[in-house]
């Protein structure tokens, strides 16, 4: 008997889009399983492997886009679509220094700034681990979501996942703006040649690793001056960038993915980043204000 019930798991999965195909892995075994928890020291709960049985991961259907829930991982070889859970987790702890407090199933709307787990530390007697979202922008702040992954599910199905945790919504949605103050806070000074490597490499990395929300950042002739909000988001991404999502948001967006950039407020167009320094701030003085994330930054500014 089916651990979740009557539920038809098949429309859990987007099964048309041809980017989405590269989550899916093939059917899978006793040894993928046992290799996969190897990988991630936790033992899969019979829930997941059943899921897992009816797809090997994939992208959520599009009838059930009121979900933040984006992706469920498969498990499966190594391979160079980066996509398995086994080939993020260790991104994931290393890189994004999330907890280890379980297994990372489902990727959101945010594109890695907040993550589905189970969370190992609480499951019932049937090793079922409650389901929990982490924020990792809010110092990986840990919220209950539901009981275990059967329930999880059929929120998502039942299109309820937001609507039944309206105050995590609220949290996620607003995530950027909540943490304005965080990120307006540390104050470089910078040129134009620095402000150039960092805005490559934030494009570079963001369509490398197919991230929507890849750079947000304010600029100033002088600290004395108003500021300039700029952010960076890649369009070709499986899901928007919640800070295009904000309806007051008036600043510049750099499209990662495209060869022009636009600034739909001033109808400016720039077709590369040096275009963009050159017109934008034509009139900056040689060493200008930078506000942004101090671990994106360091490596790249001199702070004041």
């Not at 260790?90 to 945010?110: A, L, R, V």
Request: hydrophobic residues 35%; proline residues 4%; negative net charge.
């Amino acid at each position: 008997m089916s651990l979740f019930g009557d539920i038809d798991l098949t429309k859990l999965f987007d099964h048309d889009s041809e980017y989405g195909k590269s989550y899916v892995f093939g059917e899978i075994t006793d040894e993928m399983i046992a290799r996969a928890e190897q990988t991630l020291g936790y033992k899969m709960p019979a829930s997941y492997i059943e899921l897992l049985k009816v797809q090997n991961g994939g992208m959520i259907s599009d009838e059930l886009d009121e979900s933040w829930l984006t992706t469920i991982y498969g498990i499966g070889p190594t391979a160079d679509t980066f996509n398995s859970l086994e080939e993020r987790f260790e991104n994931w702890k290393e890189e994004w220094e999330y907890p280890d407090i379980g297994i990372p199933f489902g990727e959101t709307q945010s594109a890695g700034h907040d993550m589905y787990y189970m969370d190992f530390r609480s499951a019932d007697e049937n090793g079922e681990p409650r389901i929990v979202r982490i924020v990792n922008e809010m110092d990986n702040e840990v919220y209950f979501v539901a009981d275990n992954l059967v329930e999880f599910i059929k929120l998502i199905i039942a299109n309820q996942e937001i609507e039944e945790n309206v105050w995590i919504k609220e949290i996620v949605m607003g995530l950027f703006s909540k943490i304005k103050d965080f990120l307006r806070g540390p104050i470089y000074r910078i040129n134009r040649e620095v402000l150039a490597d960092y805005m490559n490499n934030e494009i570079q990395f963001s369509v490398e690793n197919n991230l929507s929300a890849c750079g947000e950042f304010y600029l100033s002739p002088s600290e004395d001056e108003p500021e300039e909000h700029i952010i960076i988001t890649n369009n070709d991404a499986p899901c928007k960038c919640p800070m295009e999502s904000e309806k007051d948001f008036t600043g510049i967006t750099i499209y990662a993915n495209r060869s022009s950039y636009y600034n739909p407020e001033k109808d400016e167009i720039y077709r590369t980043v040096d275009e963009f320094i050159r017109f934008k701030l034509n009139e900056f003085p040689e060493w200008f204000i930078f506000r942004g994330e101090t671990s994106d930054l360091d490596k790249y500014m001199i702070k004041k």
